[in-house]
């Protein structure tokens, strides 16, 4: 854990909104595309199983694979976000309970500024800033 990966926490949830948008909008993109009939091929039902081919219908492949590349591109970066947020979670949650800790919550967890903090704990954002370097100083 370091401050850049406390600083990103913020930056994250937005990028997890954004990519969820996206999300959506690649899903309804592949739903939306258009069907074609194509060949798969199978195993027969008897032994020895010889192999078969069958047509069915499916999405164009030629239209739907680009689409399917960006949604796993989407959501790969979906997982490592998630990882980095619940690493920067459980860290704070690992923090002794008191002042110390809230001070860490307001700031990477509710996003509030070190100078909101200070106002709120009645610390200056100097303060603020030492007490958040003490425990990052050890990482």
């Known amino acids: 854990m370091d401050k850049r990966m406390l600083k990103?926490?913020?930056?994250?949830?937005?990028?997890?909104?954004?990519?969820?948008?996206?999300l959506d909008r690649l899903y309804d993109q592949l739903e939306d595309v258009e069907e074609v009939s194509g060949k798969v091929t199978k195993s027969g039902k008897d032994f020895p199983y010889?192999?078969?081919?069958?047509?069915?219908?499916?999405?164009?492949?030629?239209?739907?694979?680009?689409?399917?590349?960006?949604?796993k591109v989407r959501e790969d970066r979906r997982k490592a976000i998630e990882a980095e947020m619940l690493a920067v979670e459980e860290f704070i949650d690992?923090?002794?309970?008191?002042?110390?800790?809230?001070?860490?919550?307001?700031?990477?967890?509710?996003?509030?500024?070190?100078?909101?903090?200070?106002?709120?704990?009645?610390?200056?954002?100097?303060?603020?800033?030492?007490?958040?370097?003490k425990y990052l100083k050890d990482l």
């Open 50 to 71: 010889i192999e078969e081919h069958m047509t069915v219908r499916m999405a164009d492949p030629r239209k739907a694979d680009p689409i399917k590349k960006r949604i």
């Open 8 to 22: 990103r926490h913020k930056r994250n949830k937005a990028e997890l909104a954004v990519i969820d948008r996206t």
């Open 94 to 133: 690992g923090l002794p309970e008191g002042m110390d800790k809230r001070i860490f919550e307001m700031v990477y967890l509710d996003g509030a500024s070190q100078q909101e903090v200070g106002e709120v704990m009645g610390y200056t954002q100097a303060r603020v800033s030492q007490i958040i370097d």
